[in-house]
């Protein structure tokens, strides 16, 4: 029978984390803020989300220390690199940006809820997740695209470029997830290990 990642996949009380997370999570806030003002209302969400994401285990776990992996954090703000326009490497980047919201939502539920997941039952989280976002987008765009003027892809074969993207980023994105919390889980044990002998 398949175990549940371990509470050591998350690097929760972790000071230098923690700070990290937070300068992050600062800046991603700030990001959101930003491009309200200017009317970027997509990169706004992104930002906002990953940042409203970002600050729950704190706030739940009652400890400014109890933060995600900094780097995830990081994966999510990568779509809010300037110059991303539309491409296929663009809508890579965003797709994986939005992969990583996906798995700070893992990350975050392993943290403060009893809920428990498989590390295959993750990866497979992610991925549809960031396919179901990428099926929302191509509706709104279209709505957008036919009611208010807005800009969409203009053949069958581009949607599924976009499609192709986000299938490639998502499995990217979660099995370099799961490699990442089995190389935590890796150091924590060999740390304790290691405070055993002293």
């Given at each position: 029978?398949?175990q549940?990642?371990?509470?050591?996949?998350f690097v929760?009380e972790?000071r230098?984390?923690a700070?990290?997370?937070?300068?992050?999570?600062?800046?991603?806030?700030v990001?959101a803020v930003?491009?309200?003002?200017f009317?970027?209302?997509?990169v706004?969400?992104?930002?906002g989300?990953?940042?409203a994401?970002a600050?729950?285990?704190?706030?739940?776990?009652?400890?400014?220390?109890?933060?995600?992996?900094?780097p995830m954090?990081?994966?999510?703000g990568?779509a809010?690199?300037p110059?991303?326009?539309p491409?296929?490497?663009?809508?890579?980047v965003?797709?994986a940006?939005?992969?990583g919201?996906s798995?700070?939502v893992?990350?975050?539920l392993?943290?403060?809820?009893?809920?428990?997941?498989t590390?295959?039952?993750?990866i497979g989280f992610?991925?549809i997740?960031t396919?179901?976002?990428?099926?929302?987008?191509?509706?709104?765009s279209a709505?957008?695209a036919?009611?208010l003027g807005?800009s969409?892809?203009e053949?069958n074969d581009?949607l599924m470029i976009v499609?192709?993207?986000?299938?490639?980023?998502s499995?990217?994105?979660?099995?370099?997830?799961r490699?990442y919390?089995r190389?935590?889980?890796?150091?924590?044990?060999?740390?304790?290990?290691?405070?055993?002998v002293?």
């Amino acid at each position: 029978m398949s175990q549940s990642l371990p509470s050591e996949w998350f690097v929760a009380e972790s000071r230098q984390n923690a700070i990290l997370a937070w300068v992050v999570t600062a800046l991603l806030g700030v990001t959101a803020v930003l491009h309200f003002l200017f009317g970027s209302l997509v990169v706004m969400a992104v930002a906002g989300v990953a940042a409203a994401v970002a600050i729950v285990p704190a706030v739940v776990l009652g400890s400014w220390r109890s933060t995600v992996p900094w780097p995830m954090l990081v994966l999510a703000g990568v779509a809010l690199l300037p110059g991303l326009g539309p491409s296929f490497v663009g809508d890579f980047v965003f797709a994986a940006a939005i992969a990583g919201l996906s798995i700070l939502v893992v990350v975050v539920l392993q943290m403060t809820t009893a809920v428990r997941m498989t590390p295959n039952f993750a990866i497979g989280f992610v991925v549809i997740a960031t396919m179901g976002t990428a099926s929302l987008w191509a509706l709104g765009s279209a709505a957008s695209a036919r009611w208010l003027g807005t800009s969409f892809v203009e053949t069958n074969d581009q949607l599924m470029i976009v499609f192709t993207a986000a299938l490639l980023a998502s499995l990217v994105s979660a099995l370099a997830f799961r490699w990442y919390f089995r190389r935590q889980l890796e150091a924590n044990a060999a740390e304790r290990a290691g405070e055993v002998v002293a």
